[in-house]
């Protein structure tokens, strides 16, 4: 499988953005799909995820209200609608897949496949 995220890019706080995950290969047993984010000198740290069969999502509390994650219907693609930017959202982000169930889909260890990661800045 691989994974090709597009959409980053620089605006100002309150602004959106779209990102953009496309996935490639053998798709048909990916199970969930999640962004994860990394900022200058911090830790990877996830950001939303999505069951793909069941459509359920889960969110970390600092982008609940303003981040949506939802699939693409027609490809294997979930796309990251984020609103409400605010400049501690200036990061690298990066979408990830994996095949069947894991025990904690926030864990970046859990995931098969990742994708090149796409800058997203954010100014005040």
């Known amino acids: 499988v691989q994974l090709q995220a597009s959409g980053g890019g620089l605006v100002q706080a309150g602004g959106s953005l779209r990102l953009s995950c496309a996935a490639s290969?053998?798709?048909?047993?990916?199970?969930?799909m999640s962004w994860f984010r990394q900022a200058l000198g911090k830790e990877r740290e996830f950001v939303a995820g999505i069951n793909w069969s069941a459509r359920t999502t889960i969110y970390t509390d600092s982008v609940k209200g303003r981040f949506t994650i939802s699939r693409d219907n027609a490809k294997v693609a979930v796309i990251l609608q984020m609103s409400g930017l605010k400049p501690e959202d200036t990061a690298v982000y990066y979408c990830?897949?994996?095949?069947?169930?894991?025990?904690?889909?926030?864990?970046?260890?859990?995931?098969?496949?990742w994708g090149q990661g796409t800058q997203v800045t954010v100014s005040s």
């Open positions: 290969g053998p798709t048909r047993r990916i199970y969930r």
């Open positions: 990830a897949a994996v095949n069947g169930r894991v025990e904690n889909p926030t864990r970046e260890d859990e995931y098969e496949y």
